[in-house]
């Protein structure tokens, strides 16, 4: 193994890989949200009532909820969104280049439940800067969500 690239494993996916797959995987989310807001809320999307900002938050918290599990269970399965299966990408342990397993979850969760604060404005920035991590991390290019499980995004060959 070399500070560059662990023994037997796959290429280091690109940070346009990488960006790419998560673009996929925002749009998939921002489908479920508004598809999720459409059957909670109907008619008071358009109405800016106190019923209806508490709607959008429970709204907020079960899409993002539901990302985690789809991000967790895809991730911690077989190593790849759907996002990251177009782009023919995949996260791996940094160990040994297997499928994440439970530490799919723990990646997951550092991604995703952070946006839960959105409300106060942590969310979208640990987003951004967790998003931002690999372009200047070396030598695997990890975001934090991959430093805390151990991962690496590789190539799926």
Not at 5 to 25: V, W
Request: glycine residues 8%.
């Amino acid at each position: 193994m070399t500070a560059e690239h662990p023994e037997g494993m796959a290429p280091l996916a690109t940070l346009g890989q990488r960006f790419l797959a998560r673009l996929i995987d925002t749009v998939i989310l921002l489908a479920v949200v508004v598809l999720v807001s459409l059957a909670a809320m109907g008619d008071d999307i358009r109405h800016g009532t106190d019923g209806a900002l508490g709607k959008r938050a429970l709204v907020a918290v079960v899409a993002y909820l539901l990302y985690f599990v789809i991000e967790g269970a895809m991730t911690a399965a077989r190593g790849q969104t759907v996002g990251k299966m177009a782009l023919r990408i995949r996260a791996a342990r940094l160990v040994d280049g297997g499928v994440p397993g439970p530490a799919g979850w723990l990646r997951a969760a550092v991604y995703v439940l952070p946006a839960v604060l959105s409300a106060i404005l942590i969310g979208p920035f640990f987003w951004f800067v967790n998003s931002l991590w690999c372009t200047w991390d070396r030598p695997f290019r990890q975001c934090l969500h991959d430093k805390a499980a151990k991962t690496v995004v590789v190539a799926a060959l």
